[in-house]
């Protein structure tokens, strides 16, 4: 069975104070796997997209990167506005391709 | 551009009743994509559009739900009869790459 789980469930960070998140993977075929943010009453915000194993891509102080069994979303530096819930999600080769699966997220807060 | 624009914002029903919620996708962009989000389930796929042609709507969760797309700048998600486990937060996306989506503000519906 496919699935798609993050870890922690919860961090909490002091600012500067720098870290990782993790999206591992069990499925049976990725052809994508994406990272969003999302802030308490809104809607998902996309962050990054990677396609292959060794992928890294970087915004301001975040950088994604690509194993074949997992992601990581490090986080450097924080500060309080990166406190959000980061969503990973993956598309299969067995889905179609505008169907995504979203892991249950990881919840930062960034404290002063 | 005002970004994908949902409404209402909030729905409060009785079961039984029928619900309708709306979605004004981005300007030029081909795909439409209808997500509920949970506690206990996370953040679903229900359906997706591609040039107002649904595409795959293997996440509708039952008959009591249905979506259209009459034209490329609205679409209706319906829920009829309504019931309390439909209680979530319905989010409009869209999207012109499928390499990201644009998500709309969300409607938290609660029936009663």
């Known amino acids: 069975e496919d699935q798609v789980t993050q870890s922690p469930e919860a961090l909490r960070l002091q600012e500067g104070e720098s870290s990782s998140l993790n999206c591992s993977y069990t499925?049976?075929?990725?052809?994508?796997l994406f990272w969003y943010r999302q802030d308490p009453g809104k809607g998902p915000e996309f962050l990054f997209t990677?396609?292959?194993a060794g992928e890294e891509k970087e915004k301001e102080r975040l950088k994604a990167t690509l194993t074949k069994k997992e992601s990581f979303l490090h986080i450097t530096a924080p500060k309080p506005e990166d406190s959000a819930t980061y969503l990973c999600?993956?598309?299969?080769?067995?889905?179609?391709?505008?169907?995504?699966?979203f892991g249950a997220g990881t919840q930062v807060v960034v404290t002063p | 551009d005002a970004g994908v624009i949902q409404s209402p914002r909030h729905e409060v029903t009785e079961m039984g009743q029928e619900v309708t919620l709306r979605c004004k996708p981005i300007?030029?962009?081909?795909?439409l994509f209808w997500y509920r989000q949970t506690m206990m389930r996370g953040l679903e796929l229900l359906i997706y559009?591609?040039?107002?042609?649904?595409?795959?709507d293997s996440g509708m969760p039952e008959d009591r739900f249905s979506a259209k797309m009459p034209n490329a700048s609205f679409s209706t998600l319906k829920i009829q009869p309504s019931e309390p486990r439909d209680s979530a937060v319905y989010f409009c996306?869209?999207?012109?790459?499928?390499?990201?989506?644009?998500f709309g503000q969300g409607t938290r519906l609660t029936v009663v």
């Open positions: 996306a869209s999207s012109r790459t499928l390499t990201e989506a644009f």
């Open positions: 499925v049976s075929g990725l052809r994508g």
């Open positions: 990677l396609y292959s």
């Open positions: 999600a993956v598309r299969l080769t067995t889905d179609s391709w505008g169907k995504l699966q």
């Open positions: 300007s030029g962009h081909d795909y």
């Open positions: 559009f591609n040039n107002n042609v649904p595409i795959d």
